[in-house]
C-alpha cells in the first residue's frame, strides 16, 4: 500500500493492486497546480461530496482514465451525466470491490454539484480488506457518529481527516474524532490550500501528540510516510 498526495483532500491510495483516487482536486488549488492531471491514472475515484473543491478534476480524470466513480447516487448520477460511469451508493451502505469493502459513513457537512445541482447528503467513506482498513472522512464536523466506525468496521490502520477548520472541523475537534474512531493515526486534510484554512502545524502536531496520537501532514505531489 502506498499513499500519496495530490493537496486539499486528494490522496490516491494503492491497495491491491488498484488504484484509488479521491476528491480530485488540483488545477484550481494554488498549492498543486503544477501537477499535470493528464498523468494520474487511477483505477476508481471516490467522491465524499458535490463541492468545487472535491470533484474539481473529476470530469477530466475520468474521461481520460475510464475509472468508474463511487459516491452518493446523486453524484455519480451526475458524472455520468457528464460521461463517466460508476457505482451508486449511499450512506450507511456497504458494497464489495475487487480490492476490498467500501462503506459510505455520515459526514455532517453540506453538497452541491458546481452547476446548482443537488449534490445528495455529504459523506465519507471506510474502505478494507483482509490487512488494511481506513477511513476517508471528506469534509465534516466532529460528530458522534464517528463513534458508530469502531463498532461496525474493522480496527483502522490509519484515517483521513479534515482539520483547516472555518469549513470543516479544526485540529482540536479533529483529536477528539481520532478518539472517537480509536485511531492513533492521523493524516490530515483540507488545510493551507486557502488563507482562511491555513493552520499552525506545529501547534496541530503538538496537540495531537498531547494525546498519544500521530498527525501527519502531508506535502503536496508527495508519497505520504505514516
Ligand atoms: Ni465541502
Ligand atoms: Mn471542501
New binding site residues.
Given amino acids: 500500500m502506498y499513499i500519496y498526495y495530490y493537496g486539499?483532500?486528494c490522496f490516491l491510495i494503492e491497495v491491491n493492486g488498484k488504484k484509488l483516487l479521491f476528491d480530485p482536486?488540483i488545477a484550481g488549488n494554488p498549492l498543486a497546480k503544477d501537477i499535470d492531471i493528464q498523468s494520474i491514472k487511477p483505477d476508481y475515484i471516490f467522491l465524499s461530496?458535490g463541492?468545487g473543491?472535491?470533484i474539481g478534476d473529476a470530469v477530466a480524470i475520468g474521461l481520460s482514465s475510464k475509472a468508474p466513480v463511487i459516491g452518493a447516487f446523486e453524484v455519480v448520477s451526475w458524472l455520468e451525466n457528464h460521461g463517466l460511469n460508476g457505482f451508486h451508493m449511499n450512506t450507511g451502505g456497504k458494497r464489495k470491490f475487487e480490492f476490498g469493502t467500501v462503506k459510505m459513513v455520515n459526514a455532517v457537512?453540506s453538497s452541491q454539484l458546481p452547476d446548482g445541482s443537488y449534490g445528495a447528503n455529504p459523506a465519507g467513506f471506510v474502505v478494507y480488506g483482509s490487512d488494511y482498513c481506513f477511513y476517508f472522512a471528506g469534509?465534516t464536523a466532529l460528530t458522534l457518529d464517528m463513534k458508530l466506525i469502531p463498532l461496525t468496521c474493522p480496527p483502522l490502520s490509519f484515517a483521513i481527516l479534515?482539520i483547516g477548520d472555518n469549513?470543516?472541523m479544526g485540529y482540536e475537534d479533529a483529536i477528539i474524532a481520532a478518539e472517537f474512531i480509536q485511531c492513533d493515526k492521523i493524516i490530515g486534510c483540507?488545510f493551507d490550500s486557502f488563507p482562511v484554512i491555513a493552520i499552525n502545524h506545529e501547534k496541530a502536531i503538538q496537540a495531537f501528540a498531547t494525546k498519544n496520537k500521530k498527525l501527519v501532514l502531508p506535502a503536496v505531489n508527495q508519497l505520504v510516510q505514516l
Fill in positions: 486539499h483532500s482536486f461530496h463541492h473543491d472535491h457537512h469534509d479534515p469549513f470543516t483540507h
